[in-house]
């Protein structure tokens, strides 16, 4: 074999060389969970564990992409926001939409690992028991709704940190 066809095959073995899916799981986790020191520290454990090419180039944008999405979690345009998690049958929808732009032969190498981030995200959403966060319960057990600030949906007000029975 020549010189310049193992370089080709070396290439395509980096190129496909797969990204450990343990911590991929464990980075999605904690993005989800919110704990975002940890989400930090595995985000840096997988990008000194990949191989330097388009593709994990793609992969590590999403990754880093998603984590600030939902660190910042106020952006109305941005799809992780938007995004219903207990959802299972959206969530299995956006993975095949994603792995069809992953597949697509148009798309760059860059574009390619992208998606495939995406597309993984959509699988270990689907896989995770996700809690929905609920309202306080009151002293006789019902459930309260927490009230929000009308421009921002993910922020409480004052008024549901203080007991309005001793207020009065």
């Given at each position: 074999?020549?010189?310049?066809?193992?370089?080709?095959?070396?290439?395509?073995?980096?190129?496909?060389?797969?990204?450990?899916?343990?911590?991929?799981?464990?980075?999605?986790?904690?993005?989800?969970?919110?704990?975002?020191?940890?989400?930090t520290r595995e985000?840096?454990?997988?990008?000194?564990k990949m191989h330097k090419t388009e593709?994990?180039?793609?992969?590590?944008?999403?990754?880093?992409?998603?984590?600030?999405?939902?660190?910042?979690?106020?952006?109305v345009y941005a799809f992780f926001s938007k995004l219903d998690?207990?959802?299972?049958?959206?969530?299995?929808?956006?993975?095949?939409?994603?792995?069809?732009?992953?597949?697509?032969g148009l798309h760059g190498d860059f574009d390619r690992g992208y998606f495939s981030a995406w597309a993984d995200c959509m699988r270990i959403l689907t896989r995770m028991d996700v809690q929905v966060p609920q309202g306080r319960k009151s002293k006789n057990g019902e459930v309260k709704k927490l009230e929000t600030v009308r421009s921002d949906k993910s922020q409480a007000t004052m008024a549901n940190f203080i007991d309005k029975n001793k207020a009065k």
């Amino acid at each position: 074999m020549s010189l310049k066809r193992r370089k080709q095959v070396n290439v395509a073995v980096v190129k496909k060389m797969p990204i450990s899916q343990a911590l991929v799981t464990r980075y999605f986790q904690l993005i989800v969970n919110r704990q975002f020191t940890g989400a930090t520290r595995e985000l840096e454990r997988l990008k000194q564990k990949m191989h330097k090419t388009e593709w994990n180039r793609g992969y590590f944008r999403a990754l880093y992409g998603m984590y600030l999405s939902r660190k910042t979690n106020g952006d109305v345009y941005a799809f992780f926001s938007k995004l219903d998690l207990t959802d299972k049958e959206a969530l299995h929808d956006y993975r095949r939409e994603f792995l069809d732009h992953m597949r697509n032969g148009l798309h760059g190498d860059f574009d390619r690992g992208y998606f495939s981030a995406w597309a993984d995200c959509m699988r270990i959403l689907t896989r995770m028991d996700v809690q929905v966060p609920q309202g306080r319960k009151s002293k006789n057990g019902e459930v309260k709704k927490l009230e929000t600030v009308r421009s921002d949906k993910s922020q409480a007000t004052m008024a549901n940190f203080i007991d309005k029975n001793k207020a009065k």
